[in-house]
């Protein structure tokens, strides 16, 4: 969906969450999908020890990890 959301309620929002919902539908697809996101969580140097997460830095730096990782893989995206 992005780092850059649409509004709430808007049709290209809904698209979008349309076309993530069929994502999750397919095991094949949606396994691809969470192994990936593992993936970017484990290289993003964000602690993994932690059972929380609060501060922003740590966002920032899986939003960072993420659009490394797709700027790398565009067609993924």
Do not use: H, W
């Amino acid at each position: 969906m992005g780092v850059d959301l649409d509004p709430l309620g808007s049709n290209k929002i809904e698209k979008k969450c349309e076309a993530f919902k069929q994502v999750l539908l397919d095991d094949v697809k949606a396994l691809k999908l969470f192994s990936t996101a593992i993936n970017i969580f484990k290289q993003s140097g964000v602690d993994q020890l932690k059972s929380r997460y609060k501060a922003e830095t740590e966002t920032e730096m899986l939003v960072k990890a993420a659009v490394e990782f797709a700027n790398k893989n565009p067609q993924f995206v």
